[in-house]
């Protein structure tokens, strides 16, 4: 039996049932014929809009400079990019905290709120974990390319070679690879398994052949049995399981790379939990970023709902009080440690010469935010948009400072220095934000953008609830 077959049967999957704060996030009218026919219409039949081509071309221009930027470094070595001796952490590992954080959102939605069983996520779960994948992809270029031999990588890995070279597992960059390789893998597991059901309706309502040979591939013969449903179930939850830990333990072990040094500035318990808050305030504020436009070009008003908006704004408020707490307490143990090194490091932020930037992290990330706290604010799409811009740049500069301000003044004068990210460092940055908009124009042409039958799954709930009301 296909999925076409069975459109008219009300399944519930186990993680959807008993639902104790369900609300409809499809209009009345809505059946599960035009459900499908809405979401699959997107990757299926209709005609790609003149948009899609515009912002893919401008996407794939700024990944060819990324491409382009990683083969000069190659070429030249990483002295193309504005390293010096003091700072000798740049632009490679300030993005790759960048974009790790972003990628947390995915996994949070995914997993955690579907553990929670908060229904809520449904309607934003498929692009989140995408936009997880990419964005890992676009953080491992940075480690990678900052050893300044990347087709050494592989020497990374614990394998038997003749050299009886063994990585040191005390370095906290090791970890990292541990850690991402995992998170990715993971990740893309869990992605790819929550799209199967989804990839047998594509299948069936594919016109063309080819559609039909590779969504069949794909859906590795998913026919919607009672068996199909069962193991999918136990290996979705089990996923969910594995993927929540590492929502904590990865940006834990990237918050080690810094704590485990000694370095003012860096040498700070609270990092680990300020990492993984910052993260998840970054990553909402992505998710912000990416559901406001698609849900306007795509017309998806019903499902990405004002209620999925203003959920994220709650959380992204939450976290960054949490991320606000964090910063106080950062100043609070340069004073109270009576640590002249820490204290300096402290006073250096915030009348150093990179003040400025400080300061601009204070105001992005702590008080732009406040505005969140008013409901007519929450119900402003425009207001949402802006202040996740205002929180993801925020947050870059919050990196920034991070790892510059602790570096660029030593123990002596004479180590003093200053840091500017040189053309190299900056186009690669702008580079990998281009991948990461190709890869997600590609994913919303070809796959379906929200799962298809988790939101059919709700509509017999949706219209309960409707007429108990």
């Known amino acids: 039996m296909s999925t076409k077959d069975i459109e008219t049967q009300e399944y519930i ?5 008993d639902e104790p704060t369900i609300t409809p996030v499809i209009r009345p ?7 499908t026919d809405k979401i699959s219409a997107i990757a299926l039949t209709r005609k790609t809009p003149r948009g899609w081509y515009i912002g893919f071309a401008i996407a794939f221009a700024l990944a060819m400079m990324l491409f382009y930027s990683l083969a000069q ?10 390293l010096n001796v003091p700072v000798a952490w740049g632009f490679a590992i300030i993005n790759l905290v960048w974009w790790i954080g972003i990628g947390h959102a995915g996994t949070l939605i995914s997993a955690i709120l579907l553990l929670l069983r908060q229904n809520w996520r449904t309607s934003i779960n498929r692009f989140a974990e995408a936009m997880t994948l990419f964005a890992v992809a676009c953080a491992g270029i940075f480690p990678v390319f900052h050893t300044g031999r990347p087709w050494l990588a592989y020497w990374l890995f614990p394998y038997p070679n003749t050299m009886k070279m063994w990585p040191n597992f005390r370095s906290p960059l090791m970890w ?26 594509l299948r069936d309502r594919a016109r063309s052949r080819s559609g039909q040979v590779i969504y069949g591939m794909l859906a590795m013969g998913w026919r919607g049995s009672a068996r199909h449903w069962h193991r999918y179930e136990t290996a979705y939850l089990l996923l969910a399981g594995l993927a929540t830990p590492l929502v904590l333990s990865v940006h834990t072990v990237i918050s080690f790379d810094f704590t485990i040094g000694i370095t003012p500035g860096w040498h700070a318990t609270i990092f680990p939990p300020y990492f993984v808050a910052g993260a998840i305030y970054a990553g909402f504020a992505m ?13 998806l008003e019903d499902f990405i709902t004002m209620r999925h ?26 004073w109270y440690s009576a640590n002249q090194y820490e204290g300096f490091m402290i006073r250096n932020r915030m009348t150093g010469p990179y003040a400025p930037f400080y300061w601009a992290l204070i105001f992005c990330n702590i008080i732009a935010p406040q505005i969140l706290w008013s409901r007519r604010m929450r119900n402003s799409v425009p207001v949402l948009f802006i202040t996740a811009l205002i929180v993801s740049v925020g947050m870059w500069l919050e990196r920034f400072v991070i790892v510059v301000t602790s570096l660029h003044r030593d123990y002596l004068p004479s180590s003093w220095g200053m840091y500017r990210g040189s053309f190299w460092d900056w186009s690669t940055f702008i580079g990998t934000i281009g991948l990461f908009v190709a890869l997600l124009f590609l ?6 953008m929200i799962s298809i039958f988790e939101m059919r799954t709700i509509l017999p709930q949706a219209e ?3 007429a108990k009301e």
Do not use: C, Q
């Open 287 to 299: 998710v912000l970023i990416l559901a406001i436009p698609i849900r306007k070009f795509y017309g």
């Open 29 to 35: 009218g809505h059946t599960f014929g035009t459900v």
């Open 443 to 448: 994913f919303l042409r070809f796959l379906p």
């Open 176 to 201: 990292d690879v541990f850690a991402i390789s995992t998170y990715a893998s993971v990740s893309a597991l869990f992605w790819f398994i929550g799209l199967i059901p989804d990839f047998a309706t």
């Open 309 to 334: 908006l203003r959920n994220m704004a709650k959380i992204m408020l939450a976290t960054g009080l949490i991320v606000g707490y964090g910063y106080m307490m950062e100043a609070f143990f340069g």
């Open 13 to 17: 999957p186990d993680h959807l049932l």
């Open 73 to 82: 470094l190659v070429l030249v070595g990483t002295g193309i990019w504005g």
């Open 464 to 466: 309960v609830k409707e």
